[in-house]
């Protein structure tokens, strides 16, 4: 598969076997990488990522890769990391009150 990323810091972290299914049909095949790896002030590529993620056919598959990945740089399924990091920790919260 040719890897639009490559070069990019995206192959760190790439699996191709998990990939495979989705990988190719993401919006963000065709887009520049380093949309998807702001600076981290740079709200206006933020936002253009997120949108080019919004419309994407394979959101949840690139969420579902990204979240367990504990990924620190990147949009990913439509987040930052940061925003990754806070629905971890929620998630964490609800299992933790669930086993109460």
């Known amino acids: 598969m040719n890897d639009p990323h490559a070069g990019h810091g995206w192959h760190m972290w790439a699996d191709p076997d ?3 299914a989705w990988w190719a049909s993401a919006a963000c095949a065709g ?16 936002a253009h990522a ?7 056919p394979v959101l949840e598959p690139c969420r579902d890769y990204a979240m367990p990945k504990r990924l620190l740089e990147g949009i ?3 987040l930052t990391a940061a925003e990754r990091d806070r629905l ?3 998630d964490r919260r609800r299992q ?4 109460a």
Not at 31 to 46: G, H, M, N, S, Y
């Open 96 to 99: 933790r009150e669930r086993n």
């Open 76 to 78: 990913w399924g439509g």
């Open 50 to 56: 997120k949108r080019l993620c919004n419309r994407c």
């Open 88 to 90: 971890r920790r929620a």
């Open 18 to 20: 998990a990939q495979a």
């Open 31 to 46: 887009a520049d990488p380093d949309l998807f790896f702001p600076e981290t002030r740079d709200r206006w590529k933020v």
